[in-house]
């Protein structure tokens, strides 16, 4: 038995709702020796959701733990079996509901990896602007919430606001401003808005100035450092047999970014670093976070150089609806266009797995499909669910007050979870 | 270090080249395979997760010495040093839904396989906490299997009259 494995075996407490509730505990005395079990959550404002952790105390220091999850189930896989490909984006875009464009992404490049189809350039680069800024929404929104957690109010507001303005671009080109549906087989729904390229400047040039704010608001500050430093520490072999993925792995020092080392879309075309940490604790998580949000605007700006001009779909009337100014004058167009809404395309027989790098991490989809319009299979790897495998390991000989901060490093979103 | 194909061949097992590199292995090799493949470089489990073949439309392309089962489980692995993803597939009968856990390899896989076992009843021999995961503790039936129908469970509310 590897170390890492003896430590997890140790950190993890197993025990079934059945169990816990046979035990016969007499809750007014806690003799020597003995411990706790109290559970955090569901219902805990800093547990991202609903999110539950059942937590073996010694007085204030946490012995092992276990997530219990399920709690926002939907069985999103199964609906997924039950709506056409060309639904399914939909669905999908649901499940993280911080970066719900980064969904959409990974499984449009599952059907279009079964479809055997070439994206256009435009495309391709849209996609990536899409999910660049949706990468920088979703930290804001973590550093707002991280920043609640460990009792900074003003990060909260700070956060929310710098998002509002990558929200409002979204709805602008999206027409909403979460659960999008943007990203379809094929490409994308529409072609950017009239004057996209100022409001992505407007972006670009005050979230920089914004985390200089935050840098000389929070980042040095005492009391913030001292919450985070040395909090939840997680080494690299730890993380890696754990499944642990995304900015949790890099800031153990593992420089693995889907982006960079297995490029998708146009990634390999842009500069950007790979952002890594030391010690792998929640404050070099909270770092490469905040770091990474500037290596996304520095791909933002070489998004906006780059833009290619063309098509933003790929033009084939069985994969993509045709132009609604087609549908007037062609019969052919009005049945394509009825065709696809109704019962879909078909998608030829096999199965893939592809991963991407979402902001919390390798984000994939293993599809089946049995050359009907539905995929036979529908599986998501959601991050989260495996990250949260590292938490046992990370609250082990920390004090109560802690886990909060350490949950909230993890930076887990339950609906992608539970799914 | 690289997967050797008398190494392959020791384990009975197939590999697919292709854009996506696929090796089928009979149910009895897996865990020797999932060691080897540890030893090659695959540190790191990507994804774990199972299909029910029970409704499936096309025609399984199967190696000729594996023979078509109701449930497979899929293996995505993933090595940081050679750069490479790796899919294992292994059939798994309907009868005896069960197979050996890889917890002892890869302690990530916990809650991997503790979601196949509670969407497809399928055990994992050796896993360490082999409970429901997603659905409740006390719930019956799997709920990916493709004979779970979608709308099997009519929805009702803690402490609601109930339909009328």
């Known amino acids: 038995m590897s170390k890492v494995e003896k430590d997890h075996r140790q950190s993890v407490l197993r025990l079934s709702e059945t169990q816990a509730n046979a035990l016969d505990i007499d809750e007014t005395i806690i003799g020597p020796g003995e411990t706790m079990i109290v559970n955090m959550g569901p219902q805990h404002p800093s547990t991202h959701g609903v999110l539950r952790v059942m937590l073996e105390l010694e007085g204030e220091k946490i012995l092992r733990s276990k997530p219990v999850i399920g709690y926002l189930h939907t069985g999103m896989e199964k609906t997924g079996e039950e709506l056409t490909f060309v639904q399914g984006a939909t669905n999908v875009t649901r499940m993280d509901y911080l970066s719900p464009l980064n969904n959409e992404l990974v499984y449009c490049l599952a059907v279009e990896t079964l479809l055997g189809v070439e994206l256009p350039p435009r495309a391709i680069w849209i996609r990536m602007l899409m999910s660049e800024l949706n990468r920088i929404s979703s930290h804001l929104m973590w550093l707002a919430t991280n920043g609640m957690d460990v009792g900074s ?267 | 270090m690289s997967l050797e194909p008398s190494d392959l061949k020791a384990l009975n097992a197939y590999l697919k080249q292709g854009v996506q590199d696929v090796l089928f292995v009979p149910r009895e090799k897996y865990l020797a395979l999932m060691s080897k493949l540890y030893d090659v470089g695959f540190h790191f489990l990507s994804d774990l997760t199972a299909v029910d073949y029970l409704t499936y439309k096309g025609k399984r392309e199967l190696p000729a010495d594996i023979k078509a089962e109701r449930f497979e489980v899929v293996v995505n692995l993933l090595s940081h040093a050679l750069l490479k993803r790796i899919r294992v597939r292994v059939q798994v009968p309907e009868d005896l839904a069960e197979i050996d856990s890889i917890f002892s390899i890869f302690p990530s896989c916990e809650n991997f396989e503790r979601e196949v076992y509670d969407m497809f009843g399928i055990i994992f021999k050796g896993h360490p906490d082999l409970t429901r995961i997603l659905m409740p503790e006390d719930w019956v039936g799997h709920p990916l299997r493709k004979d779970y129908p979608v709308s099997r469970v009519p929805v009702h509310f803690k402490e609601s009259p109930g339909p009328l």
């Not at chain 1, 040395?230 to 420089?255: D, K, M, N, Q």
């Not at chain 1, 010690?279 to 905040?290: E, L, Q, S, T, W």
């Not at chain 1, 539905?374 to 609250?395: C, D, T, V």
């Open chain 1, 153 to 419: 109010t003003t990060m909260m507001i700070f956060g929310f606001r710098e998002r509002e303005l990558i929200l409002a671009f979204f709805e602008k080109t999206t027409g909403l401003r979460m659960n999008h549906n943007y990203i379809r087989p094929g490409g994308v729904a529409a072609d950017l808005p009239d004057g996209w390229e100022d409001d992505v400047e407007v972006i670009c040039d005050t979230i920089p100035v914004r985390l200089e704010e935050y840098d000389e608001f929070i980042t040095g500050q005492p009391i913030f450092r001292e919450r985070l430093t040395g909090v939840g520490t997680l080494a690299a072999e730890t993380a890696i047999e754990l499944g642990v993925t995304g900015p949790l792995l890099r800031a153990t020092g593992v420089p693995w970014d889907l982006r960079r080392t297995m490029p998708y879309l146009a990634y390999d075309q842009v500069e950007f670093d790979v952002v890594v940490g030391t010690v792998g604790d929640a404050f070099d998580r909270y770092a490469v976070r905040i770091n990474e949000i500037r290596e996304s605007v520095k791909i933002i700006r070489q998004i906006l150089e780059k833009m290619p001009k063309g098509d933003y779909r790929v033009q084939d009337p069985k994969i993509t609806p045709p132009p609604r100014a087609r549908i007037d004058e062609s019969m052919e167009a009005l049945i394509h266009h009825f065709k696809i809404f109704t019962e879909g395309f078909r998608v030829p027989e096999g199965e893939c797995y592809v991963a991407i790098e979402s902001p919390r991490g390798e984000l994939g989809c293993y599809m089946v499909s049995d050359g009907s319009a539905k995929p036979y299979r529908m599986h998501i790897r959601a991050p989260s669910f495996a990250n949260l495998q590292s938490l046992p390991a990370m609250l082990r000989d920390h004090f109560v007050a802690d886990a909060v901060a350490i949950i909230s490093s993890l930076d887990p979103v339950m609906g992608e979870v539970d799914r």
